[in-house]
Nanobody, 118 residues
Framework: VQLQASGGGLVQPGESLRLSCAAS????????IGWYRQAPEKGREGVSC????????YYADTVKGRFTISRDRAKNTVYLQMNTLKPDDTAVYYC????????????WGQGTQVTVSS
């Protein structure tokens, strides 16, 4: 049972990346999904969250209008489309899954590095 985050990389400001979070050993259908990030020497920041039914609950103010969370139930995968990336978006990005009704995240992905630099 695990979440596998991928899709990070080094890009220039203004470019895009799409992060993926694939679940294995369980189905994401009944789980809310969250994306978090942690920049060097900073605390973890919530980026976006989507309910098990696909309702987007939250985007951080710093990413509104640039990032989009989505899920593909057939692929058991959640995505974070990141457009118009900025240097301040540089961080390790993590996905997390929480069974509906639970108060804590049950599973965390291992993180994928996103670096935005010219």
């Amino acid at each position: 049972v695990q979440l596998q985050a991928s899709g990070g990389g080094l890009v220039q400001p203004g470019e895009s990346l799409r992060l993926s979070c694939a679940a294995s050993g369980f189905t994401l259908d009944h789980y809310a999904i969250g994306w978090y990030r942690q920049a060097p020497e900073k605390g973890r920041e919530g980026v976006s969250c989507m309910t098990s039914s696909g309702v987007v609950l939250y985007y951080a103010d710093t990413v509104k209008g640039r990032f989009t969370i989505s899920r593909d139930r057939a692929k058991n995968t959640v995505y974070l489309q990141m457009n118009t990336l900025k240097p301040d978006d540089t961080a390790v990005y993590y996905c997390a899954a929480k069974f509906r009704g639970d108060s804590v995240w049950n599973y965390w992905g291992q993180g994928t590095q996103v670096t935005v630099s010219s």
